[in-house]
């Protein structure tokens, strides 16, 4: 049986972080992955070119049951950090939006895997891929039985990620061992996910399938400003992502189908031309086939000339557009989720280490804990903030 001084179970962003960290100090440590290749959502990501942090990111942008939790990781080791990092290996990088890192062109996510395996090395990680985990069990120190061997350490680190993706080889691995050790897990959910609608709401959504609009969508107190994208099955796109990770079941979501228009501006559009059609004004602010589907589902005349409209209808017509309420009728599922939502409680963890407060030694890291990020690289920081406090630990 080979022994390590800490074993990390996971060989995405947050377990390969946590590794040459602890690597650095002098640990002797083992990255124990069951994929054929380390960072395989890291690879995916972004559409191959791995949005791998945000400018933006503060605690405030991520979800948890114990909102304060991320905050001290998050303020040890920055988006700033990692971005040093990122330039100290000359990978090309851009700002795309809303402060979102990429990497700079096609498949360019694997220099992020790249420059991982090399501090992992520099820092004598060794890493074993293909080796499934049979059982973990705890003596005076842990063992992991695995498909390719038995291995001790002095210190467990669960970096398995959650339940999103499957196809990657996502499971619940991590809530297993809280389980087995009895850690708390709040109750999980997809987030950053496609809206799914009744047949009643699909039956006008459908007809529309790629078309996107620029939104104000909102999910009780949360609000984002982006794209919106109907699909076969319901809405998509940004917006919708973001506040699919606030959405719980039976709620509605409210969107603002002109975030930028004034609520007389109908009425404007009617003292300009009188004799132009309802529809023909809409869609001077919004996609021809939205508006017009917009205006049916509002049960307005939209072949009716604005000047036999009063001000009173184009006004109720506006608040609608600006509030249009809808109910999913559920998610597309972790097939399609970006994240989870959900995960080990905080609450027994360590915030400055990550470490189980009631079974020593024992560390959750990265998208397994109940903290989860904005969409635009939220969640890689949080990877990199948790696996770095962890680092210093293990």
Excluded at 211 to 234: M, N, P, Q
Aim: hydrophobic residues 45%; glycine residues 10%.
């Amino acid at each position: 049986m080979r022994a390590y001084d800490g074993i990390i179970i996971g060989g995405g962003a947050a377990g390969l972080y946590a590794a040459f960290h602890a690597g650095r100090r002098g640990r002797r440590v083992l990255v124990i992955e069951h994929n054929s290749e380390v960072g395989a959502k890291i690879l995916i990501s972004g559409g191959g070119r791995c949005n791998f942090t945000n400018l933006q990111a503060s605690p405030e942008r991520f979800i948890s049951a114990n909102p304060h939790f991320a905050r001290s990781a998050l303020a040890r080791h920055t988006q700033a950090n990692f971005v040093t990092l990122v330039k100290k290996h000359g990978i090309a990088f851009y700002e795309k939006t809303l402060g979102q890192l990429f990497c700079d062109g096609p498949r360019s996510s694997q220099n992020i895997v790249r420059m991982l395996l090399d501090e992992c090395y520099a820092a004598g990680v060794d890493i074993v891929c293909g080796a499934r985990v049979s059982a973990v069990r705890r003596a005076e120190r842990f063992v992991v039985e695995t498909s390719v061997g038995a291995f001790e350490g002095e210190t467990l680190t669960i970096a398995t990620g959650g339940l999103p993706i499957p196809k990657l080889g996502a499971s619940g691995f991590a809530f297993e061992i809280a389980d087995q050790f009895g850690v708390p897990v709040v109750p999980t959910r997809p987030g950053l996910v496609p809206l799914t609608f009744s047949e009643r709401d699909l039956a006008w959504m459908r007809p529309l399938s790629g078309i996107s609009a620029d939104v104000r969508a909102h999910a009780g107190k949360a609000a984002f400003r982006e794209a919106a994208l109907f699909t076969h099955r319901g809405l998509s796109g940004p917006a919708v992502l973001q506040v699919s990770s606030y959405w719980a079941p039976g709620d509605a979501i409210h969107l603002n189908w002109l975030p930028d228009a004034a609520e007389h501006l109908l009425i404007e559009r009617k003292r300009e031309r009188p004799k132009a059609q309802l529809k023909t004004a809409l869609a001077s602010v919004l996609p021809e086939r939205l508006a017009i589907a917009l205006a049916a589902e509002a049960d307005a005349a939209q072949d009716t000339v604005l000047g036999d409209l009063k001000d009173a209808v184009l006004i109720e017509l506006m608040g609608k557009l600006k509030a249009w309420p809808l109910t999913p009728v559920g998610t597309e599922g972790y097939v399609k989720a970006e994240v989870m939502v959900g995960g080990v409680d905080t609450n027994a963890l360590s915030q400055q280490t990550m470490e189980a407060r009631e079974a020593p030694g024992l560390f959750f890291i990265g998208e397994a804990v109940d903290v989860t990020g904005w969409l635009g690289g939220y969640n890689f920081q949080w990877a990199w903030s948790s696996g770095w406090a962890a680092g210093q630990a293990i």
